[in-house]
């Protein structure tokens, strides 16, 4: 595997890479910043397979540093921006980071003895570096930790065949054209960005790189046909939708597909963007995959509605136990995509057994092999002996026309153990019966919520993802 | 690394995989006559690792045996139907072939144990038969002999990860789409063909196959949007462009490129090809390589006249001994395509050397990293101490209006050692003092043929290309 940085430099020098803040750089000009920026870490210490934690916004200065340190071979460890001091010291002391880079604005968040922002690397001596020529296809590219999960955060290893291997299949899927643009507004430090990093170097794609989601820019883009693709979860899609529609934009015949992950798409969301000619991929994914396993074409987005498509080339998808089709079970990953494992306290825990990742989601896969993923294993409400499923209610709740997001989470309950209970973001008022009386319509009704709580926002995690394992707090007590 | 065959059913069922003939298959379709065919291979007795030899044309038949073969995980030896019953007898004591299969009409070529035509296959009971889900990337998937070289023919193992990479890093290099159709008429038996059907399986392509190259047939196609891609060597280049001339035709704009190995092309092709909207890539690779190693962009075919490119993404060249760009060397090259190495007579001949082929052709990168392919080092001609390239005199040669095609080799001489002698093939009549006049004017007084001589054709082997070596027999004796 030759180094990336190295052979599109070499390959495709005059292509743009990376676009930010409306500058523009070509893979000759970021590499000749990222090897001169490589020497300055050597400067300071930095060596092959040390591990340097890295805590930024998503910004070109940010790319040019993780690059600089893929050139010197380190294992990045990719700090979340959004976590507090003490989530933040968890991580450098689990990943025994010897090295932290952390942008001025964040520093002051960091406790360690080898902190340096940004910019006192490029004050640090230029020394002579020479990056390999090659990478070791098993060597630690990155390690992020899992958020979502009860318990501590765990650190996971994805390799240079990991990320290698998810840029190859999602290539086999989507397609790759030499003028593809990716505008990135997901953040770099997690895996969502970050893959969109690998897919410029592996592909000679660019990326047009953005600090924070701001829809207006973003529709502006595809629809002027600035950009071929985007990254998005539900909520962004949503604005983004919106903007489209206030402006009275559609998609540019250029642009290709918005990537949709982080959960099942609301079905009104995939009728306007089809009304837009916005053509939407749902995908499944996860850290420990190093983005997408399965993806749904846009072809399928209508008929398959709700599905996460099939797995994409490299990799196989079963669901634990199941016998046939619809049976739900949990969803176990095979593939060169998979993460080897984790570090520090999690690193004797195996990632896989007999090569296949238990994802901690339930699915199923229908008649055809589409995977259906139904909700986080550890979010199952069970209720009389019932299984319920959060999304189920949550995806009853958003048809509402009153209902702008819901949240759903299991509450103790004398007597069944466990009973569903809500919490909605309002478009409009509603009153609390009106939203039970709907549900009784469309849902069994041991599944309607026996609470309905209306809060202002849900909380999310870095990834966007509803934790709703916090909507608890938002009880009242007693 | 999944089997090929059932991901290609899973993931896209629907979707057109082969045309032959008028007819179309989908990779269900297809998938399932190999499947039913593997079935009956393993009631001949075929088990996984055999060797198995298959002599046959570029037919949909061979299509779905070579399918069928790779369900059963078989050691497939591809031979040339050219070859004459005692070539192919070396080659299947060589390589110790277990069964062979033969299209009926060449079967009578063919002396062994366990013979078979294609239809005898289709006699064989049914038996219970489950392909693995997965394949062993390190694997040998096919064996082909290499023509051209002194002495006897090597049998050259082609791995699935060979195959594969080779097939990843064209995508990243031509690009890849759902609607991608490549027109076939190489045969199949060389990795030019071979390649096409591993594409078509990794990406989920469609393949427009041909028993024969019929220039009118393919024009049409390319004009029509048939199809997106054509693999071609010069000769098949010049009949196309005097077809798509003659009958002012353009390539479609669904075209995407024409890739061009086996040598360089001529000027006047590129020329003529870029009037007619047809994008040209040449390329370089041999079988040892699973097909292209390097690549030059259509966008580059003019200001890069006769080079073949860069490598493409995975892979690595170097110029044996040149210590700066210009020099000229042996071409060495790296990466995960290159052959793991031979079989029989040859096994125990390392294929590399510290992961370095050695190509046994001439070569220099410019100063921008781009390939330019002087010769074949065997056909180099040593003349008085000074080395000549017998392409460079051929590229003179074919730049005559009266001259067709030229091809020149070494003969034995008193006074210099080795001198120069030229066979053309002429378009119109001329005389052979102003075929030397005219490279007077344009070469290096001891580069100019001793001699001249009128043939009606080129010796070419089974790949099309021009055998120099058999060029000393046009000479008249004493």
Same mark, same amino acid.
């Given at each position: 595997m030759p180094n990336w940085l190295l052979q599109r430099a070499y390959l495709t020098p005059h292509r743009e890479a990376l676009r930010f803040e409306g500058q523009s750089w070509t893979f000759k000009e970021i590499h000749e910043e990222a090897l001169q920026l490589a020497s300055r870490l050597h400067g300071l210490g930095v060596k092959p397979y040390d591990r340097v934690a890295i805590l930024g916004y998503s910004t070109k200065e940010l790319v040019v540093l993780l690059y600089a340190c893929m050139h010197v071979q380190v294992e990045l460890v990719l700090l979340n921006h959004r976590l507090a001091p003490d989530e933040l010291a968890y991580q450098l002391t689990d990943s025994a980071a010897q090295f932290v880079f952390?942008?001025? +604005?964040?520093?002051?968040?960091?406790?360690?003895? @080898?902190?340096?922002?940004?910019?006192?690397?490029?004050?640090?001596?230029? %020394?002579?570096? %020479?990056? &390999?020529?090659?990478? @070791?296809? !098993? &060597? %630690?590219?990155?390690? #992020?930790?899992?958020?979502?999960?009860?318990?501590?955060?765990?650190?996971? +290893? @994805?390799?240079? +065949? *990991?990320?290698?291997?998810?840029?190859? &299949?999602?290539? /086999? *899927? /989507? $397609?790759?054209?030499? !003028? !593809?643009?990716? /505008?990135?507004?997901?953040?770099?430090?997690?895996?969502? $960005?970050?893959?969109?990093?690998?897919?410029? /170097?592996?592909?000679? #794609?660019?990326?047009?790189?953005?600090?924070?989601?701001? &829809?207006?820019?973003?529709?502006?883009?595809?629809? *002027?046909? @600035?950009?071929t693709h985007i990254s998005v979860v539900a909520v962004m899609l949503g604005r983004l939708l919106d903007v489209l529609e206030a402006q009275g934009q559609q998609a540019h015949a250029r642009f290709i597909v918005a990537l949709a992950g982080g959960g099942p798409l609301p079905e009104r969301y995939l009728q306007r963007a089809a009304r837009l000619q916005l053509a939407v991929s749902q995908t499944y994914g996860m850290t420990e995959t190093a983005s997408q396993t399965a993806t749904l074409g846009a072809e399928d987005a209508t008929r398959k509605l709700g599905s996460a498509g099939k797995p994409l080339f490299f990799n196989a998808i079963r669901i634990a136990g199941a016998t046939k089709p619809f049976e739900k079970g949990e969803i176990c990953i095979q593939g060169p995509h998979v993460t080897p494992g984790y570090i520090g306290r999690f690193a004797a825990r195996p990632a896989t057994e007999d090569g296949w990742l238990a994802s901690g989601d339930i699915g199923y896969l229908d008649d055809e092999g589409y995977l259906y993923v139904v909700d986080r294993r550890a979010d199952l409400i069970i209720s009389g002996g019932e299984n319920i499923y959060p999304a189920e209610i949550e995806n009853v709740l958003h048809g509402h026309p009153a209902v702008l997001e819901a949240g759903v989470c299991g509450v103790e309950d004398d007597v069944w153990g466990q009973v569903p209970m809500a919490c909605v973001v309002l478009k409009q008022a509603v009153p609390m019966e009106e939203l039970r009386a709907y549900c009784l319509q469309k849902l069994a009704k041991y599944k309607v919520p026996k609470y309905f709580y209306v809060i202002d926002t849900l909380p999310r995690n870095g990834a966007n993802k509803v934790m709703r394992r916090k909507l608890i707090d938002y009880r009242p007590q007693g």
């Open positions: 952390a942008d001025k +604005r964040l520093v002051t968040a960091i406790a360690h003895e @080898q902190v340096h922002t940004f910019d006192a690397i490029h004050e640090a001596p230029l %020394t002579s570096f %020479t990056p &390999a020529p090659l990478w @070791q296809k !098993d &060597a %630690t590219m990155t390690i #992020m930790y899992t958020s979502g999960t009860t318990g501590y955060p765990k650190g996971v +290893r @994805q390799t240079v +065949r *990991n990320h290698e291997a998810s840029a190859l &299949a999602s290539a /086999l *899927n /989507l $397609g790759v054209r030499a !003028d !593809d643009c990716w /505008l990135c507004a997901s953040p770099i430090f997690h895996i969502s $960005g970050f893959s969109t990093l690998t897919k410029s /170097l592996v592909y000679g #794609m660019t990326v047009d790189l953005y600090e924070k989601f701001d &829809a207006v820019t973003a529709a502006n883009q595809i629809a *002027n046909g @600035q950009v």
